[in-house]
T-cell receptor, first 113, second 113 residues
Framework: EPEVTQTPSHQVTQMGQEVILRCVPI?????FYWYRQILGQKVEFLVS????????KSEIFDDQFSVERPDGSNFTLKIRSTKLEDSAMYFC???????????FGPGTRLTVL | GENVEQHPSTLSVQEGDSAVIKCTYS??????FPWYKQELGKRPQLIID?????GEKKDQRIAVTLNKTAKHFSLHITETQPEDSAVYFC????????????FGSGTRLSIRP
């Protein structure tokens, strides 16, 4: 069964550094999402992306965040200048046309020191 | 914006007994309600979902009920087993591929042997 994949599984960075988290969606999926989960808390929506543009973003998704699909396969989340409070698990999710179920990747654990 | 409330936050039941988790949502436009199981350090896994045109859905030991008028929905797990121990999240979404999922705060379910 096809799965969403994410790299890296764990990223450790210094405060103020830029990080790029990568996701490879299921091949025929067209809708992409990023969610984050601070340790012990709920999963929070960050952004949705369709047809090479942002469909919706939450108030968490400020100017420090950006998303793109640089090569038609990867879907990336960039944090320009990381803060301590960006430490969390970041999940990519994808879905196909006329589907409700979102398929989650295994997540990237981001640790900002 | 949409808000999903979930309770209890923790639940401990004897193996073989039933577990019930309850949620409410705020946006009457929501019409898709997935439930996720998350084991420690893993991705959320969809275990069952229900759409607003259905009042109840069952899959083996798991059942969900939806009261659209009251904006309540519940997860019922019968004949609980040790492998049911996990964090469970309810969620709500608009029924379209581009729609974000709004998660509840989670219930940590522990099954006592």
């Amino acid at each position: 069964e096809p799965e969403v994949t994410q790299t890296p599984s764990h990223q450790v960075t210094q405060m103020g550094q830029e990080v790029i988290l990568r996701c490879v969606p299921i091949s025929n999926h067209l809708y992409f999402y990023w969610y984050r989960q601070i340790l012990g808390q709920k999963v929070e929506f960050l952004v949705s992306f369709y047809n090479n543009e942002i469909s919706e973003k939450s108030e968490i998704f400020d100017d420090q965040f950006s998303v793109e699909r640089p090569d038609g396969s990867n879907f990336t989340l960039k944090i320009r200048s990381t803060k301590l409070e960006d430490s969390a698990m970041y999940f990519c999710a994808t879905t196909g046309v006329f589907q409700n179920e979102q398929f989650f990747g295994p997540g990237t654990r981001l640790t900002v020191l | 914006g949409e808000n999903v409330e979930q309770h209890p936050s923790t639940l401990s039941v004897q193996e073989g007994d039933s577990a019930v988790i309850k949620c409410t949502y705020s946006d009457s436009a929501s019409n898709y309600f997935p439930w996720y199981k998350q084991e420690l350090g893993k991705r959320p896994q969809l275990i069952i979902d229900i759409r607003s045109n259905v009042g109840e859905k069952k899959d083996q030991r798991i059942a969900v009920t939806l009261n659209k008028t009251a904006k309540h929905f519940s997860l019922h797990i019968t004949e609980t087993q040790p492998e049911d121990s996990a964090v469970y999240f309810c969620a709500a979404s608009m029924r379209s591929s581009a729609s974000k999922i709004i998660f509840g705060s989670g219930t940590r379910l522990s099954i006592r042997p």
